[in-house]
């Protein structure tokens, strides 16, 4: 069975700060990576996705994920955060047939 | 373009009554998924279908729940009884596929937030 493991439940930052969480996930075969956001009271929204080629992928609002293979990592990275990231954050994986498996969410409070 | 349309937004209600939460999926996916989310455990898929058919219900807590999916542009999940322990975020997501469980990005409706007294 696959699994998603997200390092942080909460990560607290200033403005203009680096960001960078982890995922981990176990699955034996080929996966589709994806990292989901969740503003205080939405939906979620897709952020960004990895299915094959460029392990580096670039998604919406300057986010960018790399795909480790070796180590079974897809964390995502943000160069300079502003205070409306604000958010919940989801990695989630979906092996072979497989249904969309979701880590438990890293919160991510930006100060101004 | 409409996405996906979750009612009620928010539910309150006492245990032992029925609650129906519905879901208009985007005009054109063809799978649908039930999430539950709570902080406790994150973000549960509960069942999802394909092409109006139940594939996959092994994430339904118990029998109390059940979800249904006449046709493509409408999907129920029914509790009953509700218990108080069923209070919770309820997520309806559609995705494109001609397959389940399709690898394509999964759209997310608001959500209905139950509380169940």
């Known amino acids: 069975a696959q699994s998603v493991s997200q390092h942080n439940h909460h990560v607290i930052l200033s403005e203009a700060a680096s960001l960078e969480l982890g995922c981990n996930y176990s699955y034996g075969g080929t996966v589709n990576l994806f990292w989901y956001v969740q503003y205080p009271g939405q939906h979620l929204q897709l952020l960004l996705k990895?299915?094959?080629?460029?392990?580096l992928v670039k998604g919406i609002k300057g986010f960018e994920a790399e795909f480790i293979k070796s180590k079974f990592s897809f964390n995502l990275r943000k160069p300079s955060v502003q205070w409306s990231d604000t958010a919940e954050y989801f990695c989630a994986v979906k092996g072979g047939y497989s249904t969309l498996t979701f880590g438990k969410g890293t919160m991510l409070l930006v100060s101004p | 373009d409409a996405g996906v349309i979750q009612s009620p937004r928010h539910e309150v209600t006492e245990m032992g009554q029925e609650v129906t939460l519905r879901c208009k999926p985007i005009?054109?996916?063809?799978?649908l998924f039930w999430y539950r989310q709570t902080m406790m455990r994150g973000l549960e898929l509960l069942i999802y279908f394909n092409n109006n058919v139940p594939i996959d219900d092994s994430g339904m807590p118990e029998d109390r729940f059940s979800a249904k999916m006449p046709n493509a542009s409408f999907s129920t999940l029914k509790i009953q009884p509700s218990e108080p322990r069923d209070s919770a975020v309820y997520f309806c997501a559609s995705s494109l596929g001609d397959r389940a469980p399709s690898n394509q990005p999964q759209h997310f409706g608001d959500g209905t937030r139950l509380s169940i007294l």
């Open positions: 005009s054109g996916h063809n799978s």
């Open positions: 990895y299915f094959s080629g460029d392990p």
